[in-house]
């Protein structure tokens, strides 16, 4: 016998507590790409997760006011680039809302069509397979289809506490 979940009530307290819990849980750093009708849209992200290996799947969580949520669709072709601890530059630089991200910044354009940064970490490159609203946020599952394994040897970023941290492979 299933149960139906109640329906959650915003609450002020429960939303800060959410966070307050998270902001101390470490996190890999992403930056997500994709090009836009408008041009190369991108965020940094630390809701990478995993979701299956057969087949490939990723998910990550954007504000519903991202403009590069607002740029994705179903089927767009995405770069998920998992940065290394020495880019922290490019984790600040795509964590501004709003901004250029692209400009100063070394890229190019995958052979998928996607943005691709200059980064020495992991690259995943896929599409957009779904994307679920969530109330404030879309939860974006990411279909992979190709992987530059990149190099693994320097120590992995992660956020925690509003800060970026380095931890050792």
Known sequence: MTTPN?????????????ATAF???????AILTTMGEAGPEGLTVSSLASV?????VVSVSMGNRSTTLAALKEGSRVVVHMLDADRTDLADAFAVPGGDHFVGTEWTTSAEGAPQLKTPGPVLHGFVQTMVDTGSATLVAVTIDRIDSGNRGAPGLVRM???WYEIPR
């Open 23 to 29: 902001r101390g849980h470490p996190a890999g750093v």
């Open 52 to 56: 299956s290996v057969v087949p490939a």
């Open 161 to 163: 506490a509003r800060g």
């Open 6 to 18: 109640p329906t959650p009530s915003p609450s002020h307290e429960l939303a800060t507590d959410l």
